[in-house]
Nanobody, 129 residues
Framework: EVQLVESGGGLVQAGGSLRLSCAAS????????IGWFRRAPGKEREGVSC????????YYAGSVKGRFTISSDNAKNTVYLQMNSLKPEDTAVYYC??????????????????????WGKGHLVTVSS
């Protein structure tokens, strides 16, 4: 059974930090790029960040570049999203996603939800002002 289990979200004040974790199982981790999407109330889903350990490539949306850092521990099949200098506009449900490694998503400067094969259930991050 494929599982992507997010953890580490919660409530933080503006300017604070949180680290999200995504533990993957049930599929060949190295065949996929792992990304994070978010959906804020009343807004469209946004591809936030992605990592390809095979290609040594990371992607960040402009809205988080310089504040968020994605990393991977392949031995644990786990991807992390370190979020610093959080803003109220970062408030959203964050979803971990396994991005099909045969697509260009994550590798060529974009992250498309249509290239996602598996989704986590989502984890709420709330940033208070």
């Amino acid at each position: 059974e494929v599982q992507l289990v997010e953890s580490g979200g919660g409530l933080v004040q503006a300017g604070g930090s949180l680290r999200l974790s995504c533990a993957a199982s049930g599929f060949t981790f190295d065949d996929y790029n792992i990304g994070w999407f978010r959906r804020a109330p009343g807004k469209e889903r946004e591809g936030v960040s992605c990592i390809s350990t095979r290609a040594a490539v990371t992607y960040y949306a402009g809205s988080v570049k310089g504040r968020f850092t994605i990393s991977s521990d392949n031995a644990k099949n786990t991807v992390y999203l370190q979020m610093n200098s959080l803003k109220p506009e970062d408030t959203a449900v964050y979803y971990c996603a396994a991005v099909n490694g045969t697509t260009s998503s994550c590798l060529l400067g974009y992250l498309d939800y249509r290239d996602v094969d598996y989704w986590g259930k989502g984890h709420l991050v709330t940033v208070s002002s």
